[in-house]
């Protein structure tokens, strides 16, 4: 069965690109498309889609109004959107949206995103039958969102997204942080049609954002293992196994 989507997207070119994109698939369908987001929320209901692709700046009602409008039952919402800056990431991600992805995407990288918000992997769900405390999909990804913010690594970087990737598949796994350069790295690379050295150095270049931007002590205070300073910072296994170890203790 067709996972169900509706793109809310006031640039035309976008919606047709999508729509060309998912009617090429065979696990996914656009079955609605709006301009704004109140004649989204004016067909949400009959629509009922399993996901919607929503941008946020739009005229009239935009896409901030339509997650505090829009009754999500079991829907999934993924935002597509230019803003990068932190603070829109994250009133986003209060206000209910599922996951953040920043413009331009590669349809594809699209594609897997919804895959992944509509059914958990495999490895997911062999855990989470296994493990009582597996972390809910939608509150990992706030709180890995919320870290990120804290320790100052912008949203708008490669890094960013490859990282949160990472952390998600250490939680997942946690025996892969100890091969890091021969599993980890490319497992993300292949997600994100992208070679393992360019993660590799992507995520380095986010860790070095958040030290350079001085949130030491923050960094310190969230994670509470050990003192870091200006001179020394995690290593890119250190900062992963941190955060996915540190969301594992909290799901407990």
């Not at 929503?54 to 505090?68: A, H, T």
């Not at 992944?116 to 999909?137: D, F, G, M």
């Amino acid at each position: 069965m067709k996972t169900r989507i509706m793109v809310v997207d006031d640039n035309e070119e976008q919606l047709k690109s999508l729509c060309e994109f998912f009617a090429a698939t065979e696990d996914a369908e656009v079955v609605a498309t709006a301009c704004d987001g109140q004649k989204a929320l004016d067909m949400y209901a009959s629509v009922n889609p399993d996901v919607v692709i929503l941008d946020l700046v739009m005229p009239g009602v935009d896409g901030y109004e339509f997650l505090e409008r829009v009754e999500k039952r079991d829907g999934k919402i993924l935002v597509l959107s230019a803003l990068s800056q932190d603070a829109f990431v994250t009133k986003a991600m209060n206000s209910g949206a599922d996951y953040y992805m920043l413009k331009p995407a590669n349809p594809e990288n699209i594609r897997r995103r919804i895959a992944e918000l509509v059914s958990p992997s495999p490895v997911a769900e062999e855990k989470t039958a296994k493990a009582p405390r597996q972390i809910k999909n939608r509150s990992l990804e706030e709180k890995i969102t919320n870290i990120f913010i804290t320790v100052g690594i912008p949203a708008h970087i490669k890094g960013y997204q490859f990282l949160r990737e990472a952390i998600k598949l250490a939680i997942d796994n946690p025996d892969i942080i100890n091969s890091i350069t021969k599993k980890l790295y490319p497992e993300v690379a292949e997600r994100f049609d992208t070679s393992p050295s360019k993660v590799e150095r992507a995520i380095r270049h986010a860790i070095e954002v958040a030290w350079n931007r001085g949130k030491i002590e923050n960094i310190n205070s969230l994670f509470g293992v050990r003192v870091y300073n200006h001179n020394e910072k995690p290593t890119n296994g250190e900062f992963i196994a941190l955060v996915a170890d540190k969301m594992l203790l909290e799901s407990v």
